[in-house]
């Protein structure tokens, strides 16, 4: 082949051609796949505390989902806002000491158009200062802080959890959510409400809520496939909470490595229950006192009420939970377990819930030590036997100083009333009472009491297959059989090592 000057050149040319070529698409391509991040001051926020930026915050919002999704960014700052409207494909970032402060005026948080899924905390439609419903692929992460200014939200009208006053997050019917690394400060109301979500990670959070009432930590609604890990709660009322507040069950849900403080109850699934709950794990969590020790907006117990507490009231079927490897220290019942008949409809124009179902509960590795004198208890109702529960290598050991003149012989079924063991206060036995329960397995259990307590152990009425292995008593007990039985049968009971007393006594 001849090589003239000009095919030198057209060759140059061409090579030139396919060089350029292939740098623009490896540029194309660094393009596509860098995060575009959109900055809120550039879309006219102030981040001095005192200027409202509902609307620039929603702008920046809206620019980044119409070009295709992105991260919004909320930079160092304090940036004052009402509600805003999460859409698909948008992440909200809140920096390093930056702050989202929701404002203190009902009319910067609109009611929300009411939602196409239905719940009993649905009164047309709801208040928040972070809104979606409807939306997916969303996420709020960062380092900084989301303060709703609970202190000054007052209620719009009615009373109870339905007066209107703002949530600092809701979520409904919402898809592929992510929540990571911030702080989340004084709601209103509940903190964040997730109402039939699918795959939603919570990780990393810090939640401190004691300024209003109703301020839970964070309420998985009727949601599937949930994981809420690494977090530190520290709330007035309830702390990790599982509802179902309308026909979805709440399912396939791991909670794990979180420590949870509360003044009412730790981990609880309940009260509301339409949809039930099943598919549940629970694992390596520490129950601790509130660092908050200030009186408590409901007057509950300073160290709060429950460690864990598993209900159903409302109709729903719960099943297949398992709760392992949990420190539980503070208060007054560790384990309350609780099927009732509150029957409540979660809207208008349905019928009435039937009674619904617990089974097949298994809690294993569960220390509580110093705790109050309430008891742990799984009591079903009366031809309505909670089933399967297991409890193997958990140690329960109350306050004691208990006499017969403190706690109640006959215990209320209390059906209708709202499902909390204060409405008992000290059960007849200082470790465990059982009542309407069919198939139940203690093994590895130690029960026992810091100061002197009349009280028995463990208290079984209307139990069925009740079998107890390789358990063991301390403390100073002053009397009684290791069990008392009321219409008890088909039991078998092993007796405690050094246990020098009455191991069974049965009464009709």
């Known amino acids: 082949m001849i090589i003239t000057k000009k095919t030198s050149i057209l060759f140059g040319f061409i090579t030139s051609c396919i060089l350029l070529s292939c740098i623009q698409a490896e540029e ?32 920046t919002i809206d620019i980044c989902n119409i070009n295709g999704g992105g ?16 859409k698909d494909n948008v992440e909200l970032y809140l920096g390093h000491g930056s702050t989202l402060l929701g404002s203190k005026r009902h009319e910067d948080y609109p009611r929300q158009p009411t939602p196409k899924f239905r719940s009993h905390k649905d009164i047309g ?14 996420a709020i992460t960062g380092s900084g802080t989301i303060n709703g200014q609970g202190k000054y939200q007052k209620p719009r009208y009615g009373g109870g959890d339905q007066d209107g006053r703002p949530r600092n997050i809701v979520f409904i019917t919402c898809r592929d959510i992510r929540i990571e690394g911030i702080r989340m400060r004084d709601s209103g109301m509940w903190n964040q409400h997730y109402l039939n979500c699918d795959n939603l990670i919570i990780r990393g959070l810090d939640v401190y ?12 609604d009727g949601c599937r496939r949930v994981t809420i890990s690494d977090c530190h709660f520290d709330t007035d009322d309830d702390g990790i909470t599982l509802k179902s507040t309308g026909s979805a069950p709440t399912e396939d849900v791991v909670i794990t490595n979180c420590t949870v403080s509360s003044h009412c109850n730790a981990i609880k699934a309940g009260t509301e229950s ?7 794990t629970i694992s ?12 408590p907006i409901f007057s509950t117990p300073i160290d709060g009420i429950t460690g864990i507490s598993l209900i159903i009231v409302d109709g729903g079927i719960m099943e297949n939970v398992t709760i392992n490897n949990i420190v539980i220290d503070g208060p007054m019942a560790p384990i309350y377990i609780r099927l009732g008949n509150r029957a409540r409809k979660y809207t208008e124009g349905i019928p009435k819930p039937k009674i619904g179902k617990i089974r097949n509960i298994a809690i294993s590795n569960v220390v509580a030590h110093s705790h109050g004198n309430f008891g742990s208890s799984i009591t079903g109702l009366p031809d309505h036997y909670i089933e399967n529960i297991s409890l193997s290598n958990i140690q329960l050991f109350a306050k004691g100083n208990i006499t017969a003149n403190d ?4 215990v209320s079924e209390d059906e209708r009333g709202y499902p909390q063991p204060t409405a008992w206060g000290n059960l007849p036995a200082f470790g465990l009472f059982l009542r309407h329960v069919r198939g139940v397995t203690l093994n ?4 026992g009491v810091d100061e002197p307590d009349v009280r028995c152990p463990i208290w079984a009425d209307d139990v069925q297959q009740l079998s107890i292995r390789q358990t063991r008593i301390s403390g100073p007990i002053i009397s009684g059989p290791f069990v008392k039985g009321i219409g008890l049968t088909e039991y078998d009971v092993e007796k405690p090592l050094l246990w020098t007393g009455k191991v069974v006594t049965i009464s009709e």
């Open 407 to 410: 706690f109640r012989i006959k």
């Open 284 to 295: 390596n969590c520490v129950v601790t006192p509130s660092r908050h020790r200030d009186k």
């Open 125 to 138: 439609g709801f208040y928040a200062l972070i809104y979606a419903e409807g939306v997916n692929n969303i």
């Open 71 to 86: 991260r919004v960014v909320i930079p160092a700052g304090t940036w004052l806002s009402g509600t805003i409207l999460m």
């Open 209 to 220: 809520n004691h300024v209003n009432r109703n301020n839970d930590a964070v309420d998985i």
């Open 444 to 447: 590895g259990v130690m029960l």
């Open 274 to 280: 339409s949809g039930g709950f099943r598919n549940i």
């Open 28 to 59: 194309i391509k660094h393009l596509q796949t860098k995060p575009t991040a959109y900055d809120i001051r550039n879309f006219g926020a102030v981040g001095d505390g005192t200027t409202l930026n509902t609307s620039a915050i929603q702008t």
